[in-house]
């Protein structure tokens, strides 16, 4: 079954995102050793609220990320400096496109895992991938299957409005407003 819109997971959508696949369209994995670049994040009125300080090494096989972040209960700033792997698969029509090895280690063990994005929710420290941090789509907690069943068949439909249980009633509620919607 789906995600449900009241899920705790944090979404990927609220979290500060670093992608391979726009850093190589930048063309910083081009720009060699020693090179230094920064990512700034702003809020809806262009104010910065963070920023990334990068930095190609080990022969464009690893970045170093520099930043800081500020404790919320004692307002003190603490400076990250960490490096993260960088490799390289080939493509099919030439070329080739970089990954991240995800540098969190969770129960005592590197994840390890080569991702396309690293994610920095609120309250963390250190840039992850999705799994390593639990998070979710706002698709997957919106969508519920039981909806989506419903709408596909429209005696299982009639049958949830006949139904005396309120919870079914409602949720036959839930698909006929969806469809409604739906244009269908």
Known sequence: ???HSWSHRIRVERCRVISADEL???GVFDMGDGSFW???????????????NYMLTQGG????????????????????????EIVATPCNFGGERRWFICPLV?????????????????GGKYFGCRICYDLTY?????????????????HMLLGKFRS??????????????KLIDLGG
Not at 61 to 84: K, M
Not at 106 to 122: A, H, I, M, Q, S
Not at 141 to 148: C, L, M, T
């Open 1 to 3: 079954m789906g995600r």
């Open 24 to 26: 190589s369209r930048a």
């Open 38 to 52: 920064t990512s700034r994040w702003t809020n809806s009125v262009g104010e910065e609220t963070a920023s990334v």
């Open 61 to 84: 096989r690893a970045i170093r990320f520099s930043y800081s972040i500020i404790d919320g209960s004692s307002e003190q700033s603490e400076v990250l400096d960490y490096y993260v």
């Open 106 to 122: 969770k129960d005592g063990v590197p994840c390890g895992r080569r991702v396309g994005k690293l994610y920095l929710p609120r």
């Open 138 to 154: 706002k698709s997957c907690q919106e969508h519920d299957n039981r909806v989506s069943k419903l709408m596909k068949n429209p």
């Open 164 to 177: 005396k249980d309120p919870k079914n009633s409602l949720l036959g509620l839930r698909a006929y407003f």
